[in-house]
T-cell receptor
Framework: AQTVTQSQPEMSVQEAETVTLSCTYD???????LFWYKQPPSRQMILVIR??????QNATENRFSVNFQKAAKSFSLKISDSQLGDAAMYFC????????????FGKGTRLSVIA | DADVTQTPRNRITKTGKRIMLECSQT?????MYWYRQDPGLGLRLIYY???????NKGEISDGYSVSRQAQAKFSLSLESAIPNQTALYFC??????????????????FGDGTRLSIL
């Protein structure tokens, strides 16, 4: 079974600075999809960014970008120009491309933004 | 109005009670999921359904049951609630219908969660 590991339970960043959240996963598959979700204090789960494993180009969404290293099975999230509203729990998630499988989530990283 | 609606938003109940958490969606998605979130454990899958006639157990299904009453409705029941089922519960949907493209890269869409406390 696939597993997703987020090794940083908590992180903090100064406002306007850049922070990188780590995510690694374990799989024997070659095709799959990766996601980062944000959970602010309102507890909503909000999709931040997604990456298809067959794409070499790293996904980018405004201030959010990923560093996808397929060989290393690593999928880190970089947040540039951090804002107070970025403070949240961030979850990394994996979905297999082989059949009907739901998302597998990591345990999350709590990000604090310091003014 | 929210696309994925969970009721109730919060619930406090006693050990041994039967509890039902409800989820409805207006997105027209075929797939629905129930997760629970505990501090330090992330989201863990309880049950999932790919259509009305298809129900599958997830990682932590013991002590839970589900019913997919219609494509838009998926309820989660705790037959006899116990304190270690205290958690935040999420319903989610996703779309695998033909014509929606590479459905496997479609994200799951979440409700706002039900915070359940069992005393």
């Amino acid at each position: 079974a696939q597993t997703v590991t987020q090794s940083q339970p908590e992180m903090s960043v100064q406002e306007a600075e850049t922070v990188t959240l780590s995510c690694t996963y374990d799989t024997s598959e070659s095709d799959y999809y990766l996601f980062w979700y944000k959970q602010p204090p309102s507890r909503q789960m909000i999709l931040v960014i997604r990456q298809e494993a067959y794409k070499q180009q790293n996904a980018t969404e405004n201030r959010f970008s990923v560093n996808f290293q397929k060989a290393a099975k690593s999928f880190s999230l970089k947040i540039s120009d951090s804002q107070l509203g970025d403070a949240a729990m961030y979850f990394c998630a994996y979905r297999s491309d082989s059949g009907n499988t739901p998302l597998v989530f990591g345990k999350g990283t709590r990000l604090s933004v310091i003014a | 109005d929210a696309d994925v609606t969970q009721t109730p938003r919060n619930r406090i109940t006693k050990t041994g009670k039967r509890i039902m958490l409800e989820c409805s969606q207006t997105k027209g998605h075929d797939r629905m999921y129930w997760y629970r979130q505990d501090p330090g454990l992330g989201l863990r899958l309880i049950y999932y359904s790919f259509d009305v006639k298809d129900i599958n157990k997830g990682e932590i299904s013991d002590g839970y049951s589900v019913s997919r009453q219609a494509q838009a409705k998926f309820s989660l029941s705790l037959e006899s609630a116990i304190p270690n089922q205290t958690a935040l519960y999420f319903c989610a949907t996703s779309d695998s219908r033909p014509g929606t493209g590479a459905f496997r890269n479609q994200p799951q869409h979440f409700g706002d969660g039900t915070r359940l406390s069992i005393l």
